[in-house]
């Protein structure tokens, strides 16, 4: 059974900003469900298209990893000899109930490395995938296209970015629309809106939201030429850019 989230159901005397704490780890698994529509779909899909692009004797690195939901996609997929996963998440609270979760999954024979680190701070380097399931939206906005490039030069030829990530429109009714209906999916869920509206100031100045135009514009600038969205439902979109 998966523990409910209820963080900011009770009326908080001070927002504080959002963090991947203790409290947070707790429920990450239902509140990520629940806030993120598609979630279920994205994860299993990634897991398909790292098994298409996975190439033996290389690195599949999993960004911002949280519980490692992208990584045991990818593990349970991956075919190709000798091709070693590399999860990374800088939240110690995170990472050591990863451990955990990747201990209990003996089901493979992909080997996975769990990094507690900053992913601003880590080598990439001979990898055929690379996954930021919605983490890019947590780096600063001036340290983004440094982190793309490196992921580039890591990347041999004919390897793929997997890019998930909430999106900001430049059209004002475009985007009211895509908030309200991520909303509504909220609301669906169970979430009140109180919760609904405490979480979004609590992550006004952690999650920064680009347009579908950034990113592309950062991925081609990082040398990316074919790039395309695979997915979107609302304001949640996944992207492939292949080197
Ligand atoms: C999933 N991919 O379940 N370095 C390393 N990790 C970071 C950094 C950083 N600089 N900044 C944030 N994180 C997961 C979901 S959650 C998305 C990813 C969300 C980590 C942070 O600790 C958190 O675990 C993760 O990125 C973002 O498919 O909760 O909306």
């Known amino acids: 059974m998966r523990k409910q989230d209820n963080i900011y159901a009770a009326a908080l005397d001070q927002m504080v900003d959002f963090r991947f704490d203790e409290k947070v780890v707790d429920v990450f698994p239902d ?18 298209l ?10 599949c690195y999993d960004l911002g990893c949280s519980l490692g939901a992208v990584t045991l996609s990818m593990r349970h997929r991956i075919k190709q000899q000798n091709c070693n996963i590399i999860a990374v998440d800088n939240s110690p ?6 451990a955990n979760i990747l201990a209990a999954d003996t089901n493979s024979q992909v080997k996975v490395d769990l990094v507690c680190a900053d992913i ?21 906005i001036e340290q983004r296209q440094t982190l793309v490039n490196k992921i580039y030069q890591g990347l041999e030829a004919g ?13 004002n009714d475009v985007n ?10 909220k609301r669906d869920n169970g979430y009140s809106d109180m919760e609904i509206s405490q979480k979004r100031s609590a992550l006004e100045k952690v999650l920064i939201p680009e ?19 695979w997915f979107q439902c609302f304001n949640f979109v996944s992207m492939v850019a292949i080197k």
């Open 176 to 185: 009211q629309f895509h908030i309200d209906s991520h909303h509504d999916f």
């Open 211 to 229: 347009s579908l135009a950034q990113h592309q514009q950062r991925l081609n600038q990082a040398g990316f030429n074919f790039v395309e969205k």
């Open 93 to 98: 609270a995170m990472t050591e109930k990863a």
């Open 159 to 171: 390897g793929v970015l997997i890019l998930s990530e909430k999106l900001a429109f430049d059209d």
């Open 31 to 48: 509140m990520i469900q629940r806030s993120v529509p598609g979630y279920a779909t994205m994860i299993s899909t990634i897991g398909v």
């Open 120 to 140: 601003a701070d880590i080598d990439i380097q001979n990898a055929s995938v690379v996954v930021m399931n919605f983490t890019l939206q947590f780096i600063p």
């Open 50 to 59: 790292a098994a298409k692009y996975a190439q033996a004797d290389t690195k």
